[in-house]
């Protein structure tokens, strides 16, 4: 973060991604950021109510029949519920991905579904309880020094909080989520 001057407040991290705003006129309110893609609204006829802004991606739901209330908008992704037996209720919708529960063997209860990935604890050990899951990824705390705490796992990636400065906690950064900001392989390089 050293290498952004914060003075201007115009800058902000959103989603790993660093962006200044100076780079976008603010005159027109219809200009906003979603997800770190800058989106003007006025390239979109909002006339039509049904065109709508999911996740940074526009969708006109004239495209979709809405007749059939089985139809649903996740994630972005069109699906139709119709597609999916639902007889079984063993059927799921995870995130816009169909998966159907007989696939898995559910009499072992360590098999689990993390954000749409079939994960079978009995593939970890769980003696040492420093091994655990993030979002469906498994990390044992072990391969971290943990003596300086500015350390910490974030969705799954590890970062160093000394690549940052916090003594000006007035900035209040528009951080949704840090990623990205650095994959450390070895963490033993840092000094506390």
């Known amino acids: 973060m050293n290498m952004i001057s914060w003075t201007d407040m115009d800058i902000v991290l959103i989603e790993g991604t660093v962006v200044n705003m100076n780079m976008i006129s603010w005159t027109d309110m219809d200009i906003l950021l979603i997800e770190g893609t800058v989106v003007n609204i006025n390239m979109i006829s909002w006339t039509d109510k049904n065109i709508v802004l999911i996740e940074g991606t526009v969708v006109n739901?004239?495209?979709?029949?809405?007749t059939d209330m089985n139809i649903v908008l996740i994630e972005g992704t069109v699906v139709?519920?119709?597609?999916?037996?639902?007889?079984?209720k063993n059927i799921v919708?995870?995130?816009g991905t169909v998966f159907n529960m007989n696939m898995i063997s559910w009499i072992d209860m360590d098999i689990v579904l993390i954000e749409g990935t079939v994960v079978n604890m009995n593939m970890i050990s769980w003696?040492?309880?420093?091994i655990e899951l993030i979002e469906g990824t498994a990390v044992n705390m072990n391969m971290i020094s943990w003596i300086d705490m500015d350390i910490v796992l974030i969705e799954g990636t590890v970062v160093n909080m000394k690549m940052i400065a916090?003594?000006?906690?007035?900035?209040q950064l528009m951080i949704r989520t840090i990623v990205g900001i650095e994959l450390m392989d070895n963490m033993n390089r840092f000094e506390p």
């Open 61 to 66: 739901m004239n495209m979709i029949s809405w």
């Open 80 to 88: 139709n519920i119709n597609m999916i037996s639902w007889t079984d």
């Open 93 to 95: 919708l995870i995130e």
């Open 127 to 130: 003696t040492d309880m420093d």
């Open 166 to 171: 916090w003594i000006d906690v007035s900035n």
